[in-house]
C-alpha cells in the first residue's frame, strides 16, 4: 500500500502543484549529505512515521465483486493507516523554494483526498478515499524539530503531510455453488430412483451409473424378482 500511496503522490505532486516546473519528486532522507549533492530543483516527499488509525477499525466482512457483479472473495474490512511525509522544496534560491512550496500548499488544500484517478493497486481497487491533511498541529509527542534532528540536517521551512489510507488484510475466496448429484434413471420394485456420482468428476459420472444399474439387476436376478426396468439413460452436461 505504501508504495501506492507513494506513486499516486508524484503523479499528483507533478499534475497539480509543480505546473511544468520541471522540478524533481523523490522520496529521500534530506540528510545534510543528501542535501549537498542537489542541483537540481526537488520536491522531497520523506516518509518518516507510519501509524494505525485504530478509531477506523471495523468488524465483519464485505464482498468484493467483478464488473458483472459476481462474488470473487470475501474481505476483512481494510485496515487505515496514516503515513507522514516531511513535504521539502530544494532549490538555488530561498524565494523559489517559497513559490513551490505555496503551490503545494495550495494544491493540498484543494484536494482533501487524492483524486480517483491517481490512485493505483489496491487502492483503486478498494475505491474508498484517500485522505489528505496538510500542515495541521502535530500530535503532542511528534515534533518536525525532532524530525531534523534524527536526520541530522538544517531545520528549513517544511510541510507536514499525512496521507489516510486504507489497507487490504484479508480475504478468502468466495465458495462456489454446490454441484447437484446426478440422478440415475433406474426404477425398482418400489419406484424409487437412486443418486449416483455425486461427488465425482463429471467423467467419472456416466460410468458410475452404469456400474451402478448393473449392480441392481444383478441383484435382481439372484432374488428371482422381476428385473430393473431401464429409463433414459443418465448424461452428464
Not at 44 to 53: G, K, P, Q
Not at 54 to 80: C, M, W
Not at 97 to 122: Q, Y
Amino acid at each position: 500500500m505504501i508504495h501506492e500511496v507513494d506513486e499516486s503522490l508524484k503523479a499528483f505532486v507533478k499534475r497539480e502543484a509543480l505546473e511544468g516546473s520541471g522540478a524533481e519528486v523523490v522520496f529521500d532522507a534530506p540528510t545534510k549529505d543528501w542535501a549537498s549533492r542537489r542541483n537540481t530543483p526537488t520536491v522531497d516527499v520523506y516518509l518518516y512515521d507510519i501509524r494505525e488509525d485504530v478509531r477506523a477499525r471495523q468488524s465483519g466482512t464485505y464482498d468484493f465483486r467483478d464488473e458483472n457483479g459476481k462474488i470473487l472473495e470475501h474481505h476483512l474490512p481494510p485496515r487505515y493507516f496514516k503515513l507522514s511525509y516531511l513535504v521539502t522544496v530544494w532549490t538555488q534560491r530561498p524565494e523559489d523554494e517559497h513559490r513551490l512550496l505555496s503551490l503545494l500548499l495550495k494544491a493540498f488544500l484543494t484536494h482533501p483526498v487524492l483524486p480517483e484517478d491517481l490512485l493505483v493497486g489496491d487502492t483503486a481497487l478498494l475505491a474508498m478515499p484517500v485522505g489528505l491533511d496538510i500542515a495541521k498541529p502535530p500530535p503532542d509527542n511528534r515534533q518536525i524539530s525532532d524530525v531534523w534532528s534524527a536526520l541530522g540536517g538544517e531545520l528549513k521551512p517544511s510541510l507536514d503531510l499525512v496521507v489516510r489510507a486504507p489497507m487490504v488484510v484479508g480475504s478468502e475466496p468466495a465458495a462456489e455453488p454446490p454441484v447437484k448429484p446426478l440422478v440415475a434413471g433406474m426404477h425398482g420394485d418400489a419406484g424409487q430412483s437412486e443418486e449416483v456420482g455425486g461427488g465425482l468428476p463429471p467423467g467419472d459420472i456416466g460410468r458410475a451409473a452404469e456400474q451402478a444399474l448393473a449392480d441392481a439387476e444383478a441383484a435382481a436376478a439372484a432374488s428371482g424378482g422381476g428385473g430393473i426396468r431401464r429409463g433414459r439413460r443418465a448424461t452428464t452436461p
